[in-house]
Structure formats: structure tokens, C-alpha cells
């Protein structure tokens, strides 16, 4: 166990199964009742001992390494101050921080969110810190809505803003083609088109009950059926095109296209790991980037060191 040992975490995308919305709370949040999904799209966080504190990124070609946030102010180095500060040092210790993303940036994914737990487990190591669990579950949900769910990974319902996360069975093995965009949409202009939209809606989100049962069944048809987004007419209204892609992936032999999150990645539910390969090949040339992937996956965890 070398001091000059690295870590690297693995934290996956996020795809929101059921996504009700309610009307913005006095915080300017909005309540959601929402059905998380983890994916095997990752990103890497490598951590090693270092005197200062540096972020890198190395993205895969699909992702817009320009889309990231600059030095000082993305959520790892927001993720490393509130471990610090959380574990009582006087000072923040250094770290050589090295993230491989192949999570879509500004994609609906939780990609940042992703970063972020990653980070704070490979930190914690790192650092000896020993964060006890639901420490670090509270600095998560502090560094974003999404965040939690990132550490937990597998299939889980959200409540709250989306922090309040209750991990549920899912005995099934989900395939989806993952369509990306070249150009990321913003979460908050996404919600603001929302309030634009409905601005009488009610103070409940839609229950993602449906969805919940559908996954206990462990059948695709009938999860087909009880996919649901509420800000899909939002993402739709910004971006027109995502409409005509959402429509192709389904006449392309989908059970059901749909955007994730806020957009703009549209996500397609197939029968299994054969069709969702046909579905890629038919939209090879639609966005960014066409993968395919299952679900549900692990939370951050860690691949490698001590
Ligand atoms: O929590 P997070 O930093 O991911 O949220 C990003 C932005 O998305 C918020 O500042 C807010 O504008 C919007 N948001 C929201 N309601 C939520 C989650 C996010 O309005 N439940």
C-alpha cells in the first residue's frame, strides 16, 4: 500500500425512467417524483497524491470537452472543499485529479453529477478520510440534486429535488440506445420553459407508480407503456428536432424513445441486446453519438488502487 498508489472511481450516466415535475418550490427547486436508472456509460475519476490541487479532463470524441466548467469552479473541486470541510482539516490537501468522461456533458445524463461522486469517494481514500456513509450522502445531495443517486447507482426513486433517494429491486436487465447531442441544453432553461409552459401546475409531482410497477414486472412492453417525462415538451419546445429523433428511433423498431432528464440525450427502450444494436445501426446517423448500453449498473465505486 504505497503512498504514490492512484484511485479511480467509476461513477455511471443516469436515464430518468419516470420524471414528474411540480411546481417550483419557495427554494426555486422543483419537487419531482422521479425514477432513476444507472446505465454502463461511465466516467473515470483517477485521483493521486499531489502538492496542489489540479483537475483534468480527458473526454472521449463525443463529448464537448469545451462544455466543461473552468478551473476552480466544476463540482470536483466543489466536491474536494466540502470534504475538507467536512472532515475538519485546516487546509485542503493536494490532489492530481484526472476525470475520463464518457458521459455526455449538458446531456441529461447526470455526467457532472457522475463526476461528483466519484470524486468524493476517490477523495475520501485518498485522503484517509473515512467519511462515514450518510456524511457522505449529505455532501452529495449538497453538491446536487442528482448527486446522491450517482452513489447509489442500480434502479431508485427520487423525491425531494431529487436528492431523497429509495434504492428499488430491479431484477431486470433494461437495453437502451443512448442517442447524444452535439450541443448540450441547460437543466435550469429547461425548467424555466417549463414554468413557462404550465404555469398553473400543481404542487405534486406526478407519481412515478407506474413505472415502479412496470419494473417489477420486468417486462420491456410494459415498461414501454409507463415511460414518462415531464419536461419533455420543455426540451421539445428548445429543440424541435429532438421530436423527429425521439419518432425515427421509434420507427426505427424502439418499444419507446424518449429524452432523459432535461434533454437533450434521447434515450430508446428495446426488446434486448440484439434489437438494441439494429435500433443503433438505423440511427448511426443521428446526433453526436449512438450507443448502446444496459441497465441497471453499480454506483460509484472503485476499479482500481487501494
Ligand atoms: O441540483 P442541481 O445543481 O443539479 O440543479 C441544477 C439546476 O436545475 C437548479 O439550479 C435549478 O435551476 C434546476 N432544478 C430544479 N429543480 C430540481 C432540480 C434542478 O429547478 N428538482
Known amino acids: 500500500m504505497s ?36 446505465i454502463g456509460i461511465y466516467d473515470d475519476v483517477t485521483v493521486a497524491p499531489a502538492a496542489e490541487f489540479r483537475v483534468i479532463f480527458e473526454t472521449a470524441d463525443y463529448v464537448d470537452g469545451q462544455a466543461l466548467p473552468g478551473r476552480g469552479d466544476n463540482i470536483v473541486d466543489r466536491a474536494a472543499a466540502l470534504l475538507t470541510a467536512a472532515a475538519g482539516l485546516p487546509r485542503q490537501p493536494g490532489a492530481d485529479v484526472r476525470i475520463r468522461k464518457d458521459i455526455p456533458v449538458a ?44 452513489l447509489y447507482g442500480g434502479t431508485a426513486h427520487g423525491t425531494g429535488r431529487g436528492e ?13 440506445v443512448i442517442v ?13 420553459r417549463w414554468d413557462e409552459l404550465y404555469p398553473d401546475a400543481s404542487l ?37 428536432d429532438l421530436e423527429r429523433r425521439v419518432a425515427r428511433g421509434e420507427a426505427a423498431g424502439a418499444l419507446r424513445g424518449m429524452i432523459t432528464g432535461s ?5 430508446f427502450l428495446c426488446g434486448g441486446a440484439a434489437e438494441a444494436r439494429e435500433v443503433a445501426g438505423e440511427l ?14 453499480a454506483g460509484a465505486h472503485l476499479v482500481r488502487g487501494w
Not at 457522475?114 to 477523495?123: N, Q, R, S, Y
Not at 431523497?164 to 437502451?176: A, K, M, N, R, Y
Open 3 to 38: 503512498e504514490h498508489v492512484s484511485v479511480t472511481v467509476r461513477a455511471p450516466a443516469k436515464l430518468n425512467l419516470h420524471l414528474g415535475v411540480g411546481a417550483p418550490r419557495p427554494d426555486g427547486f422543483h419537487p419531482l417524483d422521479t425514477v432513476y436508472h444507472a
Open 204 to 240: 405534486t409531482p406526478l407519481s412515478g407508480l407506474a413505472v415502479l410497477e412496470a419494473i417489477a414486472s420486468g417486462n420491456p412492453l410494459a415498461l414501454a407503456r409507463a415511460m414518462h417525462n415531464d419536461l419533455e415538451a420543455a426540451a421539445f419546445d428548445l429543440r424541435p
Open 263 to 267: 434533454g437533450p440525450t434521447c434515450v
Open 284 to 297: 448511426r446517423a443521428e446526433g453526436a453519438a449512438v450507443l448502446v448500453a444496459s441497465g441497471p449498473v
Open 180 to 192: 447524444t447531442s452535439t450541443e448540450g441544453l441547460s437543466t435550469p432553461a429547461v425548467y424555466r
Open 164 to 176: 431523497l433517494v429509495e434504492p428499488v429491486d430491479d431484477q431486470g436487465s433494461w437495453w437502451w
Open 107 to 150: 446531456g441529461g445524463m447526470a455526467g457532472g453529477s457522475a463526476d461528483g461522486a466519484a470524486a468524493l469517494v476517490a477523495l475520501d481514500r485518498l485522503w484517509r478520510l473515512e467519511t462515514p456513509d450518510e456524511e457522505m450522502l449529505r455532501l452529495a445531495a449538497e453538491l446536487g440534486s442528482d448527486v446522491p443517486f450517482a
